[in-house]
C-alpha cells in the first residue's frame, strides 16, 4: 500500500524529512501539503468574497402591515424658538472691572465677573431659587469657588 500505513513505522510519501514523536516515526510529505496549503488558501480567500458579495444582493424584509409611519423631528419645537433671548446688564465698576447679568424673564440666574487683572469667572443660579449657588467643602465652609473660563474657541 503506497501513501500511509499504520504500523509502528507509520510512513507518508516523503521528501526525506523525518519527525518522531511518542515512538512513531512519520516522515512529511512536503509536497502534498504544499499543494494542499495552496487550495487551503484559494478556500480562504474564496469565501470572504462570496459573503462580500452577497452584500449587494441583501434586501430588507418588507414590513409588518398597520404599522405608522415615524415623525421626522420632535414633536413641538416652535415654543423652542419663540423663547425669549437673555437680557444682560453690564455694569462698569471703574478701576475694578465690570459685572454682566443675565436675565431670562426678568429672574436673574448667572453673573459674569471681569475683573480688570485676572480671568473672567461665573457665579450661577444652578436651581433657580434666586441665590447664586457657592460651592464649599468641609475644610471651610465660607469659601466660594468660582466657576473659571479655562478655553474658549
Excluded at 3 to 17: C, F, P, V, Y
Excluded at 31 to 57: K, Y
Excluded at 101 to 114: D, F, T
Excluded at 129 to 144: K, W
Amino acid at each position: 500500500m503506497r501513501g500511509r500505513q499504520l504500523d509502528k513505522s507509520a510512513t507518508l510519501e516523503n521528501d526525506g524529512r523525518t519527525l518522531a514523536g511518542k515512538g512513531w516515526t512519520a516522515r512529511v510529505l512536503t509536497s502534498t501539503l504544499r499543494r494542499d496549503q495552496g487550495t487551503f488558501m484559494r478556500v480562504r480567500l474564496f469565501i470572504p468574497l462570496l459573503l462580500a458579495s452577497s452584500l449587494g444582493w441583501a434586501q430588507d424584509a418588507a414590513p409588518p402591515p398597520g404599522l405608522e409611519p415615524v415623525p421626522d423631528g420632535p414633536p413641538d419645537t416652535s415654543r423652542h424658538q419663540d423663547a425669549p433671548a437673555p437680557e444682560v446688564t453690564i455694569r462698569q465698576l471703574g478701576a475694578q472691572g465690570s459685572v454682566e447679568e443675565y436675565r431670562a424673564g426678568g429672574v436673574l440666574y448667572m453673573i459674569k465677573v471681569n475683573p480688570t487683572k485676572g480671568a473672567s469667572y461665573y457665579l450661577v443660579d444652578t436651581d433657580g431659587d434666586g441665590n447664586l449657588e457657592t460651592r464649599s467643602n468641609d475644610l471651610e465652609s465660607g469659601m466660594l469657588i468660582p466657576a473659571w473660563v479655562l478655553l474658549r474657541w
